[in-house]
């Protein structure tokens, strides 16, 4: 018989608060990591492809949105509780148990020698990491402009205006276009010039980037992208052709980059905004 909906978020809670108790390692702890999203790109896009550059084999719990917004009898969210800070990603190893995704890619970039190659490139590197997530969540930051469930049309339409640039608050903010100068800015401070964000090689950096660059911003105005941004576009199509990269695009990311409801957001609902932003077509379905 199939698992309702209600007693699929059971297992899943069963499975995450079994894995998040533990802060230190026990015998049960699992032997390969294990990471737990939302079933879309979103904020795990770096992690994911770090984890696919490196080899490392680990399990993905992939949530999706109507198992997180199944709500108990009390009305609460019974999935969203079982996270300690109420928030996805969680990963967790044998050495690990981190719920704050700019942590888990610092942890995971120290492993991989992909945190810069000194003391002030790991500081540059998190400048850019807290950036893409000031670019995402911060004011005016993509995510709170494009989710529009439960939130009235007029408010919607206001933080589209600001996020845009236009109105009192768009002026003020310089919205859209803040997010991305500040990426220009980051980008030509590096004084190699290599093409990388840091240093003379790809770092966790590149990844963060390039997800919140191609995979949100260009995917949402691909119009505003490419005709004020044409060096961001440049940056995203080089590092999409750094090979393990173009192979996690192609053949193993996501379909969608948010929730697959149209309901829920205004763009970045479907693969299809994904199709041709970097150059390369997915080769799954
Ligand atoms: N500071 C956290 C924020 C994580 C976060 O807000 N994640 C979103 C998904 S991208 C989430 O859990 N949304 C569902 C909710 O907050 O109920 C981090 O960076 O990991």
Redesign the pocket.
């Known amino acids: 018989m199939e698992d309702t909906l209600q007693s699929k978020v059971e297992k899943i809670i069963t499975l995450v608060e079994g894995l998040s108790t533990k802060t230190t390692p026990t015998s049960t702890t699992p032997t390969i990591p294990t990471l737990v999203y ?1 079933d879309v790109i ?2 795990a896009w770096p992690i994911r492809c770090l984890l696919h550059l490196h080899n490392i084999d680990y399990n993905f719990i992939a949530i999706s949105i109507q198992q ?1 917004t199944y709500k108990s009898a009390n009305g609460h969210q019974p999935l ?1 509780s079982a996270f300690n ?5 969680l990963y967790i190893d044998q050495g690990v148990n981190l ?4 942590l888990i890619l610092i942890y995971l970039a120290q492993q991989t020698r992909m945190m810069g190659d000194n003391k002030t490139e790991a500081l540059a590197i998190e400048s850019v990491l807290l950036h893409c ?1 000031d670019a995402v ?1 911060h004011s005016n930051g993509l ?1 709170s402009v494009n989710i529009t469930i439960n939130i009235p049309a007029q408010v919607v339409q206001a933080r589209l205006d600001a996020f845009m640039g236009q109105g009192d608050w768009g002026l003020v903010t310089n919205g859209y276009h803040n997010h991305l100068n500040a990426f220009v800015k980051l980008l030509e401070a590096n004084e190699l010039k290599s093409g990388f964000m840091v240093g003379s090689r790809l770092s966790v950096a590149d990844l963060s980037a390039f997800n919140i660059l191609c995979n949100w911003y260009k995917a949402f105005d691909k119009e505003v992208f490419l005709k004020e941004f044409p060096i961001l576009d440049t940056y995203i199509q080089r590092i999409a052709l750094i090979p393990g990269i173009s192979d996690y695009i192609r053949n193993k990311q996501e379909a969608t980059t948010w929730f697959d409801l149209p309901s829920i957001a205004l763009k970045l609902t479907s693969s299809k905004e994904l199709e041709g932003l970097v150059g390369l077509s997915a080769e799954h379905g």
């Open positions: 939302f979103g904020i997180w969203k800070n109420g928030h996805v990603p719920n704050q995704s700019n997530y969540f995510l």
